[in-house]
């Protein structure tokens, strides 16, 4: 099974981009519950999960919250249908997810072989967990939107979260690690 190691954006943040979740999931009827925005930072193949949290743990346990640089959208083609923010793949940002990366590899874990290969971004919509799968107009139409929102600015990461891939945030969140 595949894990995901996710930044969780602070209140502030939260609140900017959800009225823009919240607008594309009314528009096209997508969600009953709005999925949680974060940003994927490593996905994690078949981890015996005490070792990996003992691992992030120790990796993660001096981090600060960042700032990260949404910088309008991107969207991801079928079969994904998944309109997202883009963000910006800043120098300190990159670090500290190739940070995380290498230390997960010299710990034995199966990790992405290539985080550059990775457009970083925050996703708004898609076909996982909604209520219904929506057309390809639909989803031309919601990029469209996105992209015309143009949004741009600054958000912060202030935790970081290892997640079990399944929408019932009680069992989806297997540990939070508090940034300092």
């Not at 528009?27 to 940003?39: S, T």
Request: aromatic share 10%; charged share 25%; glycine share 2%.
């Amino acid at each position: 099974m595949k894990y995901y190691l996710v930044g969780i954006l602070d209140s502030k943040s939260y609140s900017q981009i959800e009225e823009i979740q919240k607008k594309i999931s009314v528009k096209y009827d997508l969600y009953e519950k709005l999925p949680i925005l974060h940003m994927t930072l490593e996905v994690i193949n078949n981890p015996k999960i005490d070792e990996l949290i003992s691992a992030l743990n120790e990796i993660l346990s001096k981090k600060s919250p960042f700032i990260i640089e949404a910088n309008g959208a991107i969207c991801f083609e079928p079969p994904f249908k998944s309109v997202n923010l883009l963000i910006n793949k800043d120098p300190k940002v990159m670090e500290f997810i190739k940070h995380i990366n290498n230390q997960l590899k010299l710990k034995g874990f199966s990790v992405r072989d290539d985080i550059n290969a990775w457009d970083l971004h925050i996703s708004l919509a898609n076909n996982n967990f909604s209520t219904k799968k929506w057309s390809q107009a639909e989803y031309v139409s919601a990029c469209t939107l996105v992209k015309s929102l143009d949004f741009n600015g600054s958000l912060i990461i202030e935790s970081i979260e290892l997640w079990q891939p399944i929408n019932n945030k009680n069992e989806m969140v297997m540990k939070r690690f508090n940034l300092k």
